[in-house]
């Protein structure tokens, strides 16, 4: 190695010994995880590097060989292929859980807690915003079911009248 890798690495070891020193446990368990991350990057590096020089590169051979036509068809793009709008369902929903969520926040910060009327309006600011985050995800996470349920179904039915 050169002398400014050694000089880095005793960088890293004092760093990691005064941070095992101010913050006790929670340092040790920092520099588990530095250690845990370096060795994994190190082994993966080596594994990928291992592969790569592995790989058959003559791709031109390997066309030669196959059975399969030339030139394949390209299909038709399906619905989550391209870039669109997800519809009207995501900003309803989005709404309705930011309103359902922070007048729920507002009132369980009001009432189960001694919140001072601005304390209580910015818990319900936060919890509005948590909960249309959450309306956003579940109505996201249902249309793209929902969209990609279609385009498998419309799949199935193209290559079932394919076959006829």
Not at 68 to 89: F, I, N, V, W, Y
Not at 130 to 150: D, H, K, P, Q
Request: with cysteine; glycine share 10%; charged share 15%.
């Amino acid at each position: 190695m050169r002398p400014v890798t050694y000089s880095w690495l005793v960088v890293v070891v004092a760093v990691a010994c005064a941070a095992i020193g101010w913050l006790g446990i929670a340092g040790w368990i920092a520099v588990a995880v530095v250690v845990a991350s370096v060795g994994m990057h190190v082994a993966g590096n080596a594994l990928g590097t291992t592969l790569r020089d592995a790989a058959d590169h003559d791709l031109a051979r390997l066309r030669r060989r196959t059975d399969a036509p030339a030139e394949l068809p390209r299909p038709k793009p399906t619905r989550l292929e391209r870039r669109q709008s997800l519809g009207r369902l995501v900003p309803v929903s989005a709404g309705i859980g930011a309103t359902v969520g922070g007048a729920s926040g507002a009132a369980a910060l009001a009432t189960l807690t001694s919140a001072s009327l601005a304390g209580a309006a910015l818990g319900g600011i936060s919890s509005a915003v948590i909960g249309g985050l959450f309306g956003f995800l579940a109505a996201s996470f249902i249309e793209i079911i929902r969209t990609s349920l279609r385009d498998a179904i419309a799949a199935e039915r193209a290559s079932v009248t394919a076959d006829r």
